[in-house]
């Protein structure tokens, strides 16, 4: 009864606030017919090379189907599903394996309801959602996906609102929703997992053509409360230099019954770069404070991302979430030659209090086809991971093809 009453006090909420009762579709048929349809089809292969245990391997074929209605007055439904699949191609000694792909899952990763009107949109169910410490990180085969509702409000082009409750997180290789207070008590390393009332979020954002603002607020039920400031400026510059600069800045405390034990724990970003005609040059650095009393020497928190979040120095494998206080600096230069060729290359230094340092040197390359292979692209991606302690150290690459329809 109690997650009940999350998922139905904001449908009430939102007709309150749109005044409008539900009405039944006067052509049926017209209401799928006008839906839309939507997927992709992706290959991948990903090798990771160690120094100090077997490597890993792993191919999976898949992708997804997404369908959603037209709307009618007020209502819309969609549905997503997802699929990876390895056909019997992989080593059967599971130690070679990099199961990170998922090798025979199938699972309705969406399935909801939209409900819409006058720049208020609430959407109850499984769903994809997009914010900085809680979003798809498509990076594999399938995205994360939420249970829950998210409630935006539109009041401005400008403007917008935002409010999220997650009760479930499906993982990228599973096919299994669990509770949020389950998941996070698993990845900060508690024996029994806790179920928890959920994570609730709210944040707004501002945009025009030049300056980005954005501010959130994180609630995640007895483990701890988050704030998050981040900002972006675009110069008007010249024809051929255009420099931009990004702060952000965040911090957490335990609240609740502390699941986690203590937290104290905040970071600090700057981002400064500038376009160069096809070019572009960024110079980034993270710095969060060591606390020798909080969870992970004061590490800055994110239970729902694998180096997905905002933080101006991740990498593909390598971040600042979850590991240790301490500094990082990134240099990224990206070339795009053309519509169709998208390269990037970065290489990062991570300095930790109590975790080993390391460096990740990044490659990144797509191809995007057009005309009669509309929808089809290539990508390749590798990071080499290097230190002074031979376990952190290997050399990863993913090799993806994939068609979106």
């Given at each position: ?42 290959a ?12 890993e ?9 997404r369908a ?27 130690a ?32 994809l ?18 249970e ?25 290789n ?11 008590s698993?990845?900060f ?37 988050q ?13 051929k ?66 180096s ?25 230069l ?72």
């Amino acid at each position: 009864m109690k997650q009940f009453k999350h998922f139905i006090y904001p449908f009430i909420a939102f007709l309150g606030m749109t005044h409008i009762p539900i009405s039944h579709s006067k052509d049926l048929k017209s209401y799928f017919e006008n839906g839309k349809v939507s997927g992709k089809i992706r290959a991948y292969y990903n090798q990771r090379d160690y120094d100090a245990k077997p490597d890993e391997g792993a191919f999976s074929f898949g992708g997804a189907l997404r369908a959603q209605t037209a709307s009618t007055e007020l209502v819309s439904f969609g549905v997503g599903f997802y699929t990876a699949q390895d056909f019997g191609t992989n080593d059967d000694d599971p130690a070679k394996v990099n199961g990170r792909l998922g090798s025979d899952i199938g699972v309705l990763g969406e399935a909801y309801v939209k409900l819409s009107k006058s720049g208020h949109t609430l959407t109850i169910g499984r769903q994809l959602i997009n914010t900085p410490f809680a979003n798809s990180g498509d990076a594999f085969m399938i995205p994360f996906a939420f249970e829950g509702w998210t409630y935006q409000f539109k009041s401005s082009e400008k403007l917008t609102f935002e409010v999220d409750y997650l009760n479930a997180i499906k993982n990228r290789n599973s096919d299994e929703f669990v509770d949020v207070g389950d998941w996070t008590s698993a990845r900060f390393g508690i024996a029994d997992a806790q179920s928890t009332s959920g994570t609730i979020n709210v944040g707004a954002t501002y945009k025009d053509d030049s300056f980005k603002v954005q501010a959130w607020g994180t609630r995640y039920a007895e483990f701890y409360d988050q704030l998050y400031l981040h900002g972006d400026y675009a110069f008007k510059g010249s024809v051929k230099f255009k420099p931009f600069v990004g702060l952000q800045y965040g911090m957490q405390k335990d609240s609740g019954d502390a699941l986690v034990g203590d937290v104290t724990s905040s970071i600090y970003g700057v981002n400064v770069g500038t376009t160069m005609g096809a070019f572009k040059l960024t110079l980034g650095l993270n710095i969060v404070p060591d606390d020798e009393s909080s969870y992970k020497n004061g590490a800055f928190l994110s239970p729902y991302t694998f180096s997905t979040s905002p933080l101006f120095t991740n990498n593909m494998l390598q971040t600042f979430e979850n590991v240790d206080a301490g500094s990082a600096g990134k240099i990224t230069l990206n070339y795009k030659p053309s519509a169709q060729i998208a390269l990037k290359l970065s290489f990062a230094n991570f300095n930790f209090d109590q975790v080993v340092d390391r460096n990740a040197l990044d490659a990144d390359a797509t191809y995007t086809f057009t005309n009669d292979l509309k929808g089809l692209s290539l990508r390749w991606r590798m990071e080499i991971v290097s230190s002074d302690t031979a376990s952190v150290e290997q050399t990863n690459m993913r090799f993806q093809t994939q068609y979106v329809f």
